[in-house]
């Protein structure tokens, strides 16, 4: 085995989640994953964990998923039992057809985001890890060959992320304590939000591997402006190309896509909150230097902004701060890397890319 694989699964276990002796944990993934959760189990087994794992399978759950009646979704009650019973929950991508969902309609693919709402929120107040391993269909949707994408992914994964945290942190520091953030991006977007009384988080490995960008999340009513997400992203097994959304009073009320509108408008209609903002990213990790078709990796990218439609995330929304509740969660991604840039509380931050606490800023 690959001592890259080795080392990814160390990470994991000590760095992103500190698994502890009898912890419960469920690895949930795909077969194209086998290696990385072998290498897992090995380390789970050092450790003195108790393991189970779930073995993904798109293709049945596009048959299913096709034959059931949009109006029969129920919270599948021993799923959530299970995660009820879990300390740590491991979610490793392995890079199967992305497109196998493309036909299941967009009305079922709400459906089923609604019935998995208890067990997504129940999942989120464990510790949790999502992570990738590589595979030639990941290295073919980044037009790469297979061994240099697996040097890019362990690049972005193997790293100095002690280093990495310090580096966000400068980020987190503007980022905190602001009331106001704006992101202008050519003449396509210009967007403000309030972040008064939200926490500013520093992903440095706890949640996502590859980690590597600082998040916050908008007061729920307070988003105004539009948006062009100029990245495409793949959902419900469709990709969605040049996304628009107008915002007033925090909610969408206006929308466009190139491709796939009708996508982009089973996210919008999931629930009433998946119309409003739940979070704000920007990517702060370097060697994650090229658009994959991965939003694990693309939405860390630096240069990049991204925003997701759907449930605020919980360790950024204090008590007393309103909470945007969804069934879904979903990043796009802005490129900001030239006629672009970040305002906190009206001072520019980031422009065309470098921050403000970078060589090259320009302000």
């Given amino acids: 085995m690959d001592d890259r694989v080795r080392r990814h699964a160390e990470i994991l276990v000590e760095d992103c989640a500190a698994v502890q002796p009898g912890d419960m944990v469920l690895v949930q993934a795909s077969k194209e994953a086998e290696d990385l959760v072998v290498a897992l189990y090995e380390k789970l087994g050092e450790v003195g964990a108790r393991p189970t794992t779930q073995w993904g399978n798109a293709r049945a759950s596009r048959a299913y998923n096709r034959a059931m009646d949009a109006d029969d979704y129920e919270t599948k009650v021993h799923d959530l039992a299970a995660m009820e019973e879990t300390d740590v929950v491991f979610l490793i991508g392995g890079d199967g057809n992305a497109f196998e969902s493309s036909d299941v309609p967009p009305e079922k693919s709400q459906a089923a985001s609604r019935a998995h709402g208890p067990i997504l929120e129940e999942r989120l107040g464990k510790r949790w890890v999502i992570t990738q391993h590589p595979t030639p269909t990941g290295a073919q949707k980044a037009e790469m060959s297979t061994e240099a994408y697996e040097d890019f992914v362990y690049e972005a994964v193997n790293k100095d992320w002690d280093a990495q945290r310090e580096f966000q942190s400068q ?4 980022l905190d304590p602001a009331d106001e953030v704006r992101v202008v991006s050519g003449d396509t977007t210009d967007v403000t939000m309030s972040v008064a009384g939200m926490d500013a988080a520093n992903d440095w490995g706890d949640k996502n591997m590859p980690a590597g960008e600082v998040f916050t999340c908008p007061v729920p009513d307070s988003v105004e402006g539009e948006v062009l997400f100029d990245k495409p992203l793949i959902r419900a097994g469709k990709e969605i190309q040049g996304a628009w959304l107008e915002f007033e009073d925090g909610e969408v009320v206006d929308f466009a896509a190139d ?21 704000l990213g920007i990517g702060m990790n370097r060697d994650i230097d090229r658009f ?31 909470f945007n509740e969804s069934a879904t969660h979903v990043d796009m991604i802005v490129d900001m890397s030239e006629d672009s840039y970040i305002e906190i509380d009206g001072e520019i ?9 970078e060589d090259g800023f320009e302000g």
Wanted: aromatic fraction near 6%.
């Fill in 171 to 174: 980020l987190v520091e503007l």
């Fill in 349 to 357: 931050v980031q422009r065309d890319g470098t921050f403000r606490f």
């Fill in 292 to 322: 994959t078709y991965n939003m694990l990796f693309d939405e860390k990218m630096g240069d990049t902004v991204h925003m997701a439609v759907g449930g605020a995330i919980a360790e950024c929304v204090p008590d007393d701060q309103p």
């Fill in 259 to 279: 491709q796939h509108e009708d996508a982009l408008e089973g996210i919008l209609n999931t629930d009433e909150g998946s119309r409003r903002l739940g979070e």
